[in-house]
């Protein structure tokens, strides 16, 4: 039965162009990642197992004949699977830069689309002259492709297939030993032993052996699940500390003369309101006070009053600058920085924010070749902070400041840790993305860094979400979207020290492994194909 309907399916889609299929199934290839899962209802927590699947289409597509048509529908799956994964950057309408942003994402879906089509096509490949190997082969090609990704100016590593386990803690802890990188292999493991069910089942070719395999890959599942809540269940051997989170969601799209008061006004009346709760650290978002507030002594003043008054340390988001160096093409260097101001200290300690968005904070490769500073595509010309800076806090707290961007990079993050990191503060502003999927992605990927490094985060975002999470990714107090509110829990400054943390990518260098000895192993077989031949 099951084979007959198979075979039913590739002949219908064979007949014809279908060119909408492989739109409609790289379209739902967002189904795996938030809201889509157990924390917004139970109901919809098969949806993130879905990524053990979801490929499937695409591996088909690259298969077909003509050549041409593979590449064409391969790029189509692709192409919807990049517009689905980052529609929320329409929500960003900057005045009078709108039309841009509609462009930059439609330009920018079909330059990532090229991404997913070359992998569409080394599968085909790899098929083809590894068919007993592609198995594992392929899913370390994958990981490779993910982890280019993470690289340069132009790094945007935006939801890998890993983070789809993310809300499947037990699973997921399987990232404190490889990273989400282990996770991403996993889930393409997954989809090459049901491709390889279900081609042998449309061949008339399915035999035990293939079902034991997939068997066994479900019991090792099973097994890491196991490992996994056994994990969860140790007790940090540490002091708790109380933190308090505010999202003031502050309107950036109408910023105008009197905003900067109202933030000082929600600043102030938030830190008077958690004061009562006499935590130990305080946490505002990204660009909460959209000022030079060190280089404007009524402004530094008035943050000085406010954290003086409330008697709590303040993390908070802002601007800095720094004249510019002799030779340079910038008079005044910009950052977008995490100030922390205590009480009774008149000077800021600061963290300049290292990775910047890029065509959004910075023109890529400006450093490396300066005339690009006067191309303006409409970016905030920040400059890149240097520093992996910690901020400490009392005796027990050691805050990692990330901003935005920077979570969603697992190295970046690995190297806050390895620098003795206890707490990751986190401070965002994602209200240029709107009710989209967008701020749940984002958050989802910061959760995954506090599984890698095993440190709690504590995060705060201008419209949400904002929340609390442990050392093993389980979500404490958390916020909705665009709501003024404040959150408070004990936390654990902790930091597991993680095999993640000491070893970082390894698993990326194991792929990188496999996938070589595998080139050599092709050349090695076509030169001696040829040498006996001749």
């Known amino acids: 039965m099951l084979q007959i309907t198979i075979k039913q399916i590739v002949s219908f889609f064979d007949q014809k162009n279908r060119w909408w299929f492989p739109l409609i199934s790289g379209l739902l290839f967002s189904l795996c990642y938030p809201p889509f899962n157990a924390d917004s209802h139970w109901l919809l927590f098969p949806f993130p197992f879905l990524s053990f699947g979801i490929l499937l289409p695409l591996l088909g597509l690259s298969l077909q004949k003509p050549f041409k048509r593979a590449v064409f529908h391969c790029y189509l799956y692709s192409f919807a699977l990049s517009i ?9 309408k900057v005045e009078g830069l709108w039309h841009l942003i509609i462009l930059g994402l439609l330009l920018g879906s079909a330059v990532m689309a090229l991404i997913f089509l070359g992998a569409a096509l080394l599968f085909r490949l790899i098929y083809r002259n590894f068919p007993k190997l592609y198995i594992v082969l392929f899913p370390a090609v994958w990981v490779l492709i993910d982890y280019v990704r993470t690289l340069g100016d132009l790094g945007f590593p935006w939801s890998f297939l890993g983070y789809a386990l993310t809300p499947v803690l037990p699973l997921s802890q399987l990232a404190s030993v490889t990273g989400v990188w282990g ?3 996993l889930t ?7 491709w390889e069910l279900i081609s042998s089942c449309h061949k008339n070719r399915l035999t035990v052996r293939k079902w034991l395999y997939a068997g066994a890959f479900v019991l090792f599942l099973i097994a890491v699940s196991i490992w996994g809540i056994i994990r969860m269940n140790k007790t ?23 905003s900067l008061d109202t933030a000082f006004a929600v600043l102030g009346s938030q830190m008077q309101e958690v004061s009562k709760e006499k935590p130990d650290l305080v946490v505002s978002s990204e660009s909460s006070i959209l000022s030079f507030v060190a280089r404007r002594s009524d402004h530094s003043q008035m943050l000085r009053d406010i954290v003086n008054s409330a008697g709590v340390p303040l993390v908070f988001g802002s601007l800095h600058w720094d004249n510019g160096p002799a030779g340079s093409p910038y008079e005044y260097l910009v950052y977008n920085t995490a100030f922390l101001a205590q009480p009774g200290q008149k000077e800021f300690q600061f963290y300049h924010k290292i990775k910047l968005v890029p065509f959004s904070e910075a023109i890529p490769f400006e450093v490396q070749f300066p005339i690009l500073s006067r191309v303006n595509l409409g970016e905030a010309d920040f400059q890149r902070g240097k520093e992996h800076t910690i901020f400490n806090v009392g005796s027990t707290i050691k805050a990692a400041p990330l901003i935005c961007y920077e979570a969603i990079f697992p190295e970046f993050v690995q190297q806050f840790a390895k620098k003795g990191a206890n707490l990751l503060v986190m401070i965002t502003n994602d209200g240029w993305f709107g009710k989209s999927t967008g701020p749940y992605h984002h958050a989802e990927m910061a959760r995954m860094r506090a599984i890698e490094c095993g440190i709690p985060i504590a995060r705060s975002a201008n419209s949400g979400i904002s929340m609390f999470v442990d050392a093993y990714g389980r979500i404490g107090a958390r916020t909705g979207l665009y709501e003024r509110t404040m959150i408070t829990q004990e936390i654990y400054p902790v930091n597991l020290e993680t095999i993640y943390t000491k070893w970082g990518a390894w698993l990326v260098k194991l792929c990188f492994l496999i996938a070589s000895c595998s080139l050599v192993w092709v050349i090695f077989r076509k030169f001696q194909i040829r040498y006996t031949k001749s």
Not at 188 to 194: E, Q, R, S, T, V
Not at 236 to 254: I, M, R, W, Y
């Open 84 to 92: 689905g994964q980052y529609y929320w950057l329409i929500f960003d």
């Open 183 to 185: 996770l991403t292999y």
């Open 188 to 194: 393409l493991l997954g989809n090459m032993l049901l």
């Open 236 to 258: 940090p051997v540490t002091s708790a500390v109380k933190v308090s989170v505010l999202q003031g969601n502050l309107d950036q799209f109408n910023w105008g003369n009197s």
